[in-house]
Every structure is written in C-alpha cells, then in structure tokens.
C-alpha cells in the first residue's frame, strides 16, 4: 500500500518561486543602495543591450511552482520517516 504526502519544497520554501541567478549574481556584486543606472549599466555588459531584463524571481524548478512536493511512498516508509522525525 502506498501513500501520497505533501511536503513543503525546501527549495523555494513553499513559496513557488526562487530568485533568479543573474540577478543573485547583480546584488552579490552591488551589496546595499543600487540605482537604475547601476542596473541598466550591469545588465547592458552583460548581454542584455537589447533583450529585456530576465524577472527577479522565477518559477521553482523543484516543485515547478506548485510550493509543495508531493510523492508516493510505501506505509513502511511513512513510519521511517515519522520515527526518524521523533
């Protein structure tokens, strides 16, 4: 017998979205105030002259947005897992 649980994904923690690479890139190289120039300007060295600035979040590749992840597991399993938890 199996069982369907739900977790919250640990990736995005439940909110579905995580935050884009290139932009985790932009504020580890521009900790505190930024301005739009200081935007414009990165972005524009980094390939992004005539294409629009990708979003600062993005879907959750983990639970593809859902927030939560869910799997079929066998009742053994269950109780490992809320054993383990105890």
């Known amino acids: 017998m199996e069982i369907r649980i739900r977790e919250k994904c640990a990736d995005c923690l439940g909110k ?15 900790p505190g105030q930024v301005t739009t120039e200081d935007v414009f300007c990165w972005f524009k060295a980094h390939g992004y002259r005539y294409l629009p600035w990708p ?11 859902a927030g939560v992840i ?3 597991v066998s009742v053994k399993e269950l109780l490992e897992m809320v054993a383990a938890q105890q």
């Open 70 to 72: 869910e799997e079929w």
């Open 16 to 30: 579905g979205t995580v935050p884009h690479p290139i932009w985790n890139l932009f504020y580890r190289e521009h």
């Open 55 to 65: 979003s600062e979040k993005m879907r959750c590749q983990s639970c593809g947005g």
